[in-house]
């Protein structure tokens, strides 16, 4: 069976530093892979998508980044975390294009 | 522009009411799908339903059941004598050709059932 896993669950960091969230999928090859925000107002804002290794859409000009170095693996980053990063992020896998989205237990981000 | 709308931001009912979660989606395009899913104070979002533009047939899963109405546009979802459990944050989103097939959310819904 397929299992995403996201990690880690909570994260405080404070304004400036370097933020790291993974998210790896088993069970499964070649999924679409997704970065979502939700923020407080609770709607989901999608951040960034992958079709395939390497290949990354960004929704949403900002200080974050992603990367896909492996088939079902997906890395959200960023370099300098702002307020505004915080936020409860969720990654999600796909298989193929209008499936059902799988999503993760998210990551809660708190930038103080 | 394709999007959702959940106009109802928050509902409160009593254990064993019925409740109706509406959602009405806009698209240009023949062909896409509408998906819901339910948000658990856990936060991981769960995949209840898709369907696509070409199937209006309403489907029932024990107390869940879906309307799609192509005429206006709509697709809801209700709750049939609803419980605690069902207390959740619900989102409706929809897929087409136009984008990609990346699936747009609507603002969610968030159920309170009270004991």
């Known amino acids: 069976s397929q299992t995403i896993h996201q990690w880690p669950a909570t994260l405080v960091q404070p304004v400036g530093s370097p933020l790291s969230l993974e998210c790896t999928v088993e069970g499964t090859s070649n999924p679409n892979l997704y970065w979502y925000r939700q923020a407080a107002g609770r709607g989901l804002q999608l951040l960034f998508y992958s079709v395939g290794i390497g290949q990354i859409s960004s929704e949403v000009p900002q200080n974050l980044s992603a990367s896909r170095p492996q088939d079902r693996q997906f890395i959200l980053s960023s370099k300098k975390l702002l307020l505004s990063d915080s936020g409860f992020y969720l990654c999600?896998?796909?298989?193929?294009?209008?499936?059902?989205?799988?999503f993760g237990n998210g990551t809660r981000l708190t930038v103080t | 522009a394709q999007k959702v709308t959940q106009a109802q931001t928050e509902i409160s009912v009593v254990e064993k009411e019925d409740v109706t979660l509406d959602c009405v989606y806009e698209?240009?395009?023949?062909?896409?799908?509408l998906f819901w899913y339910k948000q658990p104070p856990s936060g991981e979002l769960v995949f209840l339903i898709r369907?696509?533009?070409?199937?209006?047939q309403n489907e029932i899963s024990g107390r869940y059941s879906w309307n799609f109405q192509k005429s206006t546009s709509s697709f809801n979802f209700t709750i049939t004598a609803s419980q605690v459990v069902d207390s959740a944050v619900y989102f409706c989103?929809?897929?087409?050709?136009?984008?990609?097939?990346?699936?747009?959310f609507g603002r969610g819904t968030s159920l309170i059932v009270h004991p």
């Open positions: 369907r696509n533009s070409f199937d209006e």
């Open positions: 989103a929809l897929s087409f050709p136009g984008g990609s097939y990346i699936p747009t």
């Open positions: 999600a896998w796909e298989q193929g294009l209008n499936s059902p989205l799988h």
């Open positions: 698209t240009r395009d023949t062909t896409y799908y």
